[in-house]
């Protein structure tokens, strides 16, 4: 059974960074795409960013472009969400997810993590 553990979030101070990670168990994990969302309080979970299984294709939501990277470590079987100019509305609960495919649709996602609280406040 695949299992997602994220990891990293907390408390950031706006144009502050924060790394989350999410450690993949018991996948196949350098072939399958990994992404991840998030989810603020009253809101629907909304795609962040993608990233293919070499690494080299990586695909993000407008609001984070030059902001955020994703990234992924196969031989660690960890995809890194780096976030740096961190602003109040990045505020929500993250989730990694694990799918065959990279894409921005939810429902393309076969595992999901559990979730990592980001708060962005001074």
């Known amino acids: 059974q695949v299992q997602l553990v994220e990891s990293g979030g907390g408390l950031g101070q706006p144009g502050g960074s924060l790394r989350l990670s999410c450690a993949a168990y018991g996948s196949i994990f350098t072939i399958y795409a990994m992404g991840w969302y998030r989810q603020a309080p009253g809101k629907e979970r909304e795609f962040v960013a993608v990233v293919r299984w070499n690494g080299g294709s990586t695909y993000y939501t407008d609001s984070v472009k030059g902001r955020f990277t994703i990234s992924r470590d196969n031989a660690k079987n960890t995809v890194y969400l780096q976030m740096k100019s961190l602003k109040p509305e990045d505020t929500a609960v993250y989730y990694c997810?694990?799918?065959?495919?990279?894409?921005?649709?939810?429902?393309?996602?076969?595992?999901w993590g559990q979730g990592t609280q980001v708060t962005v406040s001074s």
């Open positions: 997810a694990e799918g065959p495919r990279g894409t921005v649709y939810s429902t393309a996602y076969d595992y």
